[in-house]
């Protein structure tokens, strides 16, 4: 049922879309019609180009992706769990959670210069903010009976991270990498955008510079798709595992 639902919206939405080409509101440069922009699809995977474009950006987000959480996990380890870390890198970490990741860009050019490192730079600063505060906000959220029980149970270093903080603040840590990965992809776009280069990005500026808008509209919508599948098939799938292991899952 919910299923049907979803195919009703959509059809719903594209038939809406339709509509307001028919009505001739706009010219069909500027809001070309659904059949159109199929066929935009069609004609970008059948000659592999969006198939490209898809490959390089998935790639490119997996390396800084990857990073942010390796990173993001240790450093909201540190935050969470030892003092001074909390009053010196924590206070850092929250002022630049605030600063917009485009922000990065002018730093990641002369760092990188304009290849596939400064992209994958900005990346890494989109998410690994997001995950170091989950992670910190997952660790003081662990009751201290948790730890103390396992201290004397002789849980010590690394073993009680492992087998008690990581656990109980997984939750959090879920949280922060979905949020994470909200940012990493939006910040990958954006460098893919503003540096040359392959990508879906790169696709997108072509579609412009070509008044081609419903190249730009095909690519939008596989950013879209992916961006569902991903967290369709991992983060929700993982969330209701942590929330049935919890005995958070509703009945």
């Given amino acids: 049922m919910s299923i049907l639902k979803r195919v009703i919206f959509f059809a719903l939405l594209v038939g809406l879309w339709e509509l307001l080409y028919k009505c001739g509101i706009w010219p069909e ?17 059948h000659d592999k180009t969006f198939l490209y474009g898809i490959a390089i950006s998935m790639k490119r987000i997996a390396i800084g992706y990857g990073l ?53 730079f900005l990346v890494y600063m989109g998410a690994v903010l997001s995950i170091t505060i989950a992670t910190e906000s997952g660790v003081k959220s ?21 087998e008690v903080i990581i656990p109980s603040s997984l939750p ?4 922060g990498m979905k949020q994470g990965w909200a940012y ?26 070509l008044n081609d808008m419903s190249q730009v509209i095909a690519v ?8 569902i ?12 595992r942590i929330r049935e292991r919890w005995g958070l899952a509703k009945g």
């Fill in 29 to 45: 440069y500027v809001l070309p019609s659904p059949v159109t922009v199929c066929k935009t699809l069609i004609r970008g995977f």
């Fill in 68 to 120: 942010s959480i390796i990173t993001g996990i240790f450093l909201g380890l540190l935050i969470g769990r030892i003092r001074i870390c909390e009053e010196t890198l924590g206070t850092l970490v929250s002022g630049l959670q605030t600063l917009p990741t485009i922000c990065w860009l002018p730093l990641s050019l002369l760092w990188f210069g304009l290849n596939d490192k400064a992209i994958i």
């Fill in 142 to 162: 662990v009751p201290p009976l948790y730890v103390r029980a396992a201290k004397t149970m002789g849980a010590k270093g690394w073993k009680l991270y492992f």
């Fill in 172 to 175: 959090h840590i879920i949280t």
């Fill in 184 to 209: 990493a992809w939006r910040s990958l776009m954006a460098g893919e955008l503003l540096i040359v280069g392959l990508g879906l990005g790169h696709l997108l500026m072509v579609g412009r510079e």
């Fill in 220 to 227: 939008m919508i596989v950013i879209i798709v992916i961006g």
């Fill in 229 to 240: 599948i991903v967290d369709r098939l991992f983060f929700i799938k993982v969330e209701q």
